[in-house]
């Protein structure tokens, strides 16, 4: 998969979809200033986004056959070691398949494998609007 | 205060750092394709993001005068109803703060003054690297 | 209102609950060893079974009568200070009422009235079993 | 190891240790009223006070040499399905040791081995009071 739509924030922070399975997805983006926050590390809000996407997208693909949109609902990251360069990778297991929610754990490491980041992230399962599967 | 710089993640955003004050701190963005997912809402990464630059500039300006830094730590970000376009405004009130971590909570309000998302940071205050004041 | 059931966990911690109104909800335990860890402070169990217990008791109060129930989904407590003894008083505020899901945040304080730990806790609201109400 | 001292909570709910490894830690609980809400199933609370109890007990017992303790900070637990009977199983691995912080992750199971709840516990590491370690 190509780099997210240049408009979007995806695009605008350089968010890279590698892999959105049912069960496991991973991304990842490139340290450049735009993911930093002031004192040259990776802004906490970059981690917690990347991982919102990873679990939109993937879960959106797996409900959408159904009549089914995927919304995030709560994300819950917990920053554990400062990146300053490099790649930053994600990779997303689900943990949940619910009627009307699935929830993801994402973690990050840094180009050397260490753990760096992990976010918890709840999408609730909704039918789209307009659709005929859902109350 | 002015926009953030341009070329970190506040400024790529288009985040606005309103105030910074020892209790309360306060910021926007206006809502552009930038902080957009791909279904057109605001992304949830931006929500996050956005309190994570709130809790960390009003911690770090009251705690550098005794020579520590502040770190985020953790960010629990619920999101309530989707914002599509006008203005995303936070305000963080901080509940807790201890010799080694602050807490703040930030609620976010569209232009209706609708609650829309609410976040829970936790900041790590650490003595800054080279400082005489800590162990 | 009186002390819960003797023989649930409400009971078997002595949780008094106070007030379910549907924006407001307020209960209290005395710290007495049932609730302590070993190290003689009060359990962060406890705080986060009061809250689920406070969340639970109040949205289930104001959607039962239109065919629903209410499911704890997540319950975030952060722990700002020990607590040894007298009471555990903890008031909860309803931030959002959605058709899935209501969210609440919950303060606890001691008899000094200092914060000592808060909780967000979401509740999910589906239709009761057997009920016509819901898909 | 034996259940847990009858007096404080964990022993009130019935809370058994099984193993408390730097990198693993391990427990249950039967599903007996003492743990259930009032509808039946197992208290929200229950799983998040064994996680935190879990986490506790594995971080204390790894820097208590170095003159330390353990001090939770924050715990997050997630509830994907209920549990009415059986017993409940805990297992919890530490995602992270830093010098101030270690993070566990603890999932929850029923008989059949399904999954029920997750919890991320953050663990607060501190000189012990008195202690000559720390600042």
Do not use: K
């Given at each position: ?7 979007t924030l995806d695009g605008t922070l350089g968010f ?78 689900r943990r949940h398949r619910g009627r009307t929610s ?34």
């Amino acid at each position: 998969m190509a780099e997210r739509s240049a408009a979007t924030l995806d695009g605008t922070l350089g968010f890279e979809l590698i892999e959105a399975g049912e069960e496991l997805a991973r991304g990842r983006f490139a340290v450049t200033d735009r993911v930093r926050q002031p004192m040259g590390i990776v802004h906490g809000g970059a981690y917690a986004a990347m991982a919102e996407t990873l679990a939109s997208a993937a879960t959106y693909m797996h409900v959408a056959g159904d009549g089914n949109i995927a919304v995030g609902q709560s994300n819950h990251t917990s920053f554990l070691r400062p990146i300053t360069g490099g790649t930053v990778h994600a990779e997303g297991r689900r943990r949940h398949r619910g009627r009307t929610s699935w929830v993801w754990e994402v973690d990050f490491t840094d180009d050397d494998g260490r753990l760096c980041a992990v976010t918890r992230v709840t999408m609730a399962v909704r039918p789209a609007p307009g659709s005929n599967s859902g109350s």
